[in-house]
């Protein structure tokens, strides 16, 4: 998360560091962003990166948290098993607006290199079959998002996969 002095700065500042960000992240795995480059792109002075960021890492979370807060607004808050076919057309929705918010480069990044870098955690399990349920929906939604930002060319067929494989389990 950015350190307070970036909340403070103006609006056009704050977008002007972002874009850098975006930019740098999208080009870049983390292992290999550098922030000359980021400070250079954003018109900053170095010094002033470490006053709005504790690090590249630092940097990273918060350009790839305002970038899924854009690019889920609007989806259904749960999979459930009565919003499947509409699910399946919000992750349309998704991969649209992660293109025209230009963040499809840096979500490509993100999981092709930079995913491992700030640790996984284990789902929470659950006895209960409805919670198990919504549970392997999320998991099947997530890594279809997944396949087709990595393989955008399979996105039609993808979706009609996923669509078929919950249709089945619907009743379950």
Do not use: C
């Not at 699910?87 to 290199?113: C, P």
């Not at 955690?121 to 990595?150: F, G, N, S």
């Amino acid at each position: 998360m950015p350190l307070p002095t970036f909340n403070h700065l103006p609006a056009d500042k704050q977008a002007r560091v972002r874009a850098a960000l975006l930019e740098e992240f999208s080009q870049y795995p983390l292992a290999q962003a550098q922030v000359a480059r980021i400070v250079k792109s954003a018109g900053i002075a170095r010094g002033a990166f470490y006053k709005y960021y504790a690090d590249l890492n630092d940097a990273y979370r918060d350009l790839f948290g305002v970038a899924m807060q854009a690019i889920h607004q609007g989806m259904p808050a749960r999979p459930t098993a009565d919003n499947i076919p509409a699910y399946v057309d919000t992750i349309r929705e998704f991969m649209a607006r992660t293109d025209q918010s230009g963040y499809r480069r840096l979500i490509a990044m993100h999981y092709r290199y930079n995913e491992g870098a700030f640790g996984a955690q284990p789902t929470k399990l659950t006895a209960d079959p409805q919670a198990a349920r919504e549970w392997a929906r999320t998991v099947l939604y997530h890594q279809t998002v997944r396949d087709i930002v990595l393989a955008p060319e399979t996105q039609a067929a993808r979706l009609k996969q996923l669509e078929a494989a919950l249709l089945v389990g619907k009743d379950a």
